[in-house]
């Protein structure tokens, strides 16, 4: 994903009829498809016999892959993380994740200083940690410090402000939970609550 692609990675090469699909790229329909895909960047990972499908590549015209590679509408924003915000370095591209905001308010009258933690995205994928944006070789724990995320533009929006007024954590969501439907992007951002802690006891106060 994200590489360039030349006439030298593809072929040309027999496919039983009942088992073409559609969308695959046909000698018959453009003969001169490895001319015309030459220089496009994947979009996602192929392996090799893989029959080409040309929603799989883009041509980026000069831009770079990130750009190549973004859904229509979304954004790239990227945030800083640690081992402890980030899953111990358990996350990696193409992960969903949802993202808290942790911040302490100011002390009240009585000197008390409160820690509050909300959810403020759910459900986002991970783009990048660091420069990697594939898994690669078997890796499985990729530690870095920087992590990019594919937003709608009122999620970046939301987690710029965060980014302001507190600590940002990551938090990996499961395969299966992952796997169902997100919500609409312009409503991901939406805050849900707010947990309030308060001399170690911890109350949930809704949106």
Do not use: C, H
């Amino acid at each position: 994903m994200g590489s360039a692609v030349n006439a030298q990675d593809f072929q040309w090469q027999q496919w039983p009829a009942a088992t073409t699909g559609s969308s695959y790229v046909l000698k018959k329909d453009k003969p001169n498809a490895i001319e015309d895909l030459s220089g496009s960047i994947a979009r996602a990972p192929f392996t090799a016999g893989e029959p080409i499908r040309e929603a799989k590549l883009i041509k980026a015209n000069g831009s770079g892959y990130m750009a190549a590679i973004l859904p229509s509408g979304m954004r790239a924003i990227s945030t800083e993380i640690s081992p402890e915000t980030g899953a111990g370095g358990f996350i990696l591209p193409n992960d969903r994740v949802d993202v808290i905001l942790s911040r302490r308010e100011k002390a009240d009258a009585r000197g008390t200083e409160n820690t509050t933690s909300e959810t403020i995205l759910t459900n986002v994928r991970v783009l990048a940690i660091d420069q990697t944006v594939e898994e690669k070789n078997g890796q499985r724990v990729v530690v870095g410090k920087t992590t990019t995320l594919e937003l709608s533009p009122r999620q970046s929006e939301t987690l710029a402000l965060a980014r302001q007024t507190g600590t940002l954590s990551l938090a990996l969501r499961s395969l299966l939970d992952a796997n169902n439907s997100a919500p609409p992007p312009e409503e991901g951002g939406r805050r849900t609550g707010i947990n309030t802690v308060r001399f170690g006891v911890t109350t949930v106060a809704p949106r």
